[in-house]
């Protein structure tokens, strides 16, 4: 098809304008990403959380409690591999030529390759008793460091801290030296402390550890306050050696988010990415379904200082091969749906709702709250305006360019699913500059993908409206929709219907 069309949409018809040099709508680019990240649901995996990711011959391999594997090249589009025997928080590692694979509460596992299959090379020996710093399998992470010593670091549980040992080189189910308490919990640290609020002072949950060597640095990561609380967040400690000291780093948290749709960002892994640069991996704890986690990824920085740095991002942002430097991450693009569907003199319209499940709660950026239409709506419909003007307002439009969809797994929590049931979700979305006549901007309506989230880039187009249409999806549970948000650019405005008086000194 002749692209020219794209140029001769007229405004004064009321039609969305694809803005110029745009690239067909609906072709998928991969120049960003969004969190929480849109990974594949499949039987035998759900990310949910605690997650590991490694990097081998330029390939990266995804881990996380819920079981399977996910596989990428870019960091971006990522593909579900089933994996036996994946553990409760994985953790995964290369030594000699080969894969080990440890969790929670279970033994060692060894392969030759990172998807498997893995075997068990049994329970860890001679551990010490609670009292000498052994609780038991726990948040466990192997280190190899660079001259091939490995080490395990694991959690006490509960406010006991983080533990080190090293380990056999021949054997890595044996400790060969007495395990190190590396730190615990400090309640001068208030973000560590337990509850929505930090509020229990004595009470907390340090677990997750990750170590990490940069520039002659070993940064030790762990997070707390508890992975059930939406102040879950990582912290770290730096030391010149992999068994300590490690001291307090000043900027602690290294990441802590309590409100939107990315909460509780902690339980993570570093990796190189493509760009050569680091990045952080981590869980995101929604507010429901209770248990319910999802994965998010961002940049590091580390400033002259040495310290480690991150922002957590919930808008689309460059993909790892897209810009070079870390701190221009961030595409510009921010979400222009938040509370339009309340918002005053709004002309948005939806098709139905349930009691208690209001149609705004689609766009009012909580994980905890979700709009569900009526059971008989066979298309369910959420229309927008952009841009609820009084008469006395300019008009101001937004070229859009993304989505993101969150959808509700009816209670399910992610990682206890009794039986799966495939996460395919089909919809279209379309754009007005008037409210009644709308052109497609991204048509889903064939989708045969399982996933219960979404990222989709779109071709920037200048609109007003903008319309979410549901065509199909699960009948296992009722529909609901955590969060609908259209991210996008301001774009022009038009003059506001009533003259405001000029004003003057």
């Known amino acids: 098809m002749n692209r020219l069309w794209l140029f001769i949409l007229i405004t004064a018809a009321g039609l969305a304008v694809p803005l110029a040099g745009a690239a067909m709508s609906g072709t998928g680019t991969k120049s960003r990403y969004c969190n ?11 990310a949910a959380g605690d997650v590991t990711v490694i990097r081998e011959q330029g390939r990266y ?52 390759n990172p998807l498997g299959p893995f075997t068990s090379l049994g329970e860890w020996k001679n551990t010490p008793d609670v009292a000498g710093g052994w609780n038991g399998a726990f948040d466990m992470e192997i280190y190899i460091d660079d001259d091939n010593t490995p080490y395990l670091y694991y959690s006490g549980r509960g406010v006991s801290g983080i533990f080190a040992v090293r380990l056999d080189p021949d054997n890595l189910t044996r400790f060969s030296g007495p395990v190190k308490h590396l730190f615990g919990f400090d309640s001068n640290h208030v973000w560590e402390r337990y509850g929505e609020m930090n509020e229990y002072t004595d009470v907390s949950w340090i677990e997750g550890p990750w170590l990490q060597k940069h520039n002659g640095k070993y940064y030790l990561q762990y997070s707390a306050s508890g992975t059930q609380w939406k102040t879950y967040a990582e912290g770290y400690y730096i030391s010149e050696s992999p068994m300590g ?86 595409s510009g693009s921010v979400p222009v749906t938040i509370n339009k569907v309340r918002a005053m003199n709004a002309l948005s319209k939806f098709s139905s709702q349930q009691p208690g499940r209001d149609a705004a709660y689609a766009v009012d950026n ?26 006395f307002d300019a008009v101001q439009l937004f070229a859009i360019d993304g989505v993101r969809l969150l959808f509700h797994s009816g209670g399910r929590a992610f990682w206890r699913r009794s039986a799966f049931t495939p996460d395919i979700y089909r919809y279209r979305i379309d754009g007005s500059m008037d409210g009644e006549t709308y052109i497609p901007v991204l ?54 219907a009533q003259p405001i008086p000029e004003h003057r000194q």
């Open 36 to 46: 929480p990240l849109p990974l594949m649901t499949a039987p035998g995996g759900n």
């Open 61 to 112: 391999y995804m881990y996380c409690t819920g079981g399977g594997a996910w596989v990428s090249d870019d960091m971006v589009d990522w593909t579900f591999h089933r994996v036996e025997n994946v553990p409760v928080a994985p953790d995964v590692v290369k030594y000699n030529g080969d894969f080990y694979m440890c969790g929670n509460d279970g033994p060692l596992f060894k392969a030759d």
């Open 245 to 330: 000291p490690f001291t307090y780093a000043s900027n602690n948290p290294l990441m802590r988010k309590t409100d939107g749709i990315v909460t509780g960002p902690a339980h993570g892994c570093i990796v190189e990415g493509p760009d050569g640069n680091l990045w952080q991996f981590y869980t995101i704890v929604l507010s429901n379904p209770p248990g319910g986690r999802r994965i998010g990824m961002d940049r590091i920085l580390i400033g002259p200082d040495g310290n480690m740095s991150v922002t957590v991002t919930e808008t689309p942002q460059w993909a790892p091969d897209a810009v070079n430097d870390p701190e221009k991450g961030d």
């Open 366 to 391: 909580v994980s905890g709250t979700w709009w569900e239409p009526a059971p008989d709506d066979s298309m369910p419909a959420l229309t927008i305006e952009l841009s609820p003007a009084t008469r």
């Open 443 to 496: 048509d889903r309506t064939g989708n045969t993908v399982s996933r219960n989230t979404v990222f989709e880039e779109i071709s920037p187009v200048k609109c007003r409206f903008v319309r979410l249409t549901l065509t199909d999806w699960p009948r296992s549970a009722p529909l609901g929709i955590i969060e609908f948000t259209v991210f996008g650019k301001p774009a022009e405005s038009l003059p506001s």
